[in-house]
């Protein structure tokens, strides 16, 4: 079955720590994409990132970055120097099957100043 | 601007008493997706089309009906509301869809449904 599994369903952390969202899936299909969306208070989802099942390449971004590994079928999520604008819930996705996209349960990030 | 708007934002309704969910976007996408969100359990696919006149189930379809007429509307029409329907809705778009010609889904703002 398809599956993505957001096991932290709240995190809490103090300005400027670095905190990381774990997201596990599960799926057959051997070409698939991973994604992460960001969902503020204002309630729209803003796209972060995505990579497909053929790289493994970890990326950074300004004080993100995502690591793929592809052998415990994880795609987590790390911000650095964590910043109050951070606080959001996090969802990573599935793209699989060609057509279809799971999402995971998300994670509610909360930055304390 | 390029954007995906939806309509009404927010929604009241009784039991049983149709409504329909306008979407619309100004992209030129291809594919279209509605969505429903629900505490503890992300977003959940309802409908998706992948052209004009070309509908799929996502994975919770049930009470809900869509059609693609243009390529800039996709409408998600609710024949009998439920309260187990009351929910965050919310649709989105891409140039196109599928591994050979990925493209990034953009979402509306999201429809807040209750339904009593």
């Known amino acids: 079955a398809q599956k993505v599994t957001q096991a932290q369903t709240e995190i809490s952390v103090v300005e400027k720590e670095d905190v990381t969202l774990d997201c596990v899936y599960e799926t057959r299909d051997t070409t698939y994409y991973l994604f992460w969306y960001k969902q503020p208070p204002s309630g729209e989802l803003v796209f972060l990132i995505r990579r497909n099942s053929f790289d493994e390449q970890n990326e950074i971004s300004g004080r993100y970055s995502w690591n793929f590994q592809k052998s415990t079928s994880s795609f987590n999520f790390t911000i650095t120097a964590s910043q109050v604008v951070d606080s959001a819930v996090y969802f990573c996705a599935l793209h699989y099957n060609n057509n279809d996209m799971r999402f995971g349960a998300g994670t509610r990030l909360t930055v304390k100043p | 601007e390029a954007q995906v708007t939806q309509n009404p934002r927010y929604l009241i309704t009784v039991t049983g008493k149709k409504l329909t969910v306008t979407c619309s976007q100004n992209m030129n996408h291809e594919y279209m997706s509605w969505y429903r969100q629900d505490p503890g359990l992300g977003l959940r696919q309802i409908y998706y089309s992948m052209n004009v006149e070309v509908t799929d189930k996502g994975d919770v379809p049930e009470g809900y009906k869509v059609s693609r007429k243009e390529k800039r509307n996709f409408p998600l029409i609710l024949e009998s509301p439920s309260p187990n329907q009351t929910s965050l809705y919310f649709c989105?778009?891409?140039?196109?869809?599928?591994?050979?010609?990925?493209?990034?889904?953009?979402f509306g703002p999201g429809t807040r449904l209750t339904v009593l």
């Open positions: 989105a778009s891409s140039f196109s869809w599928g591994y050979n010609s990925y493209n990034e889904q953009f």
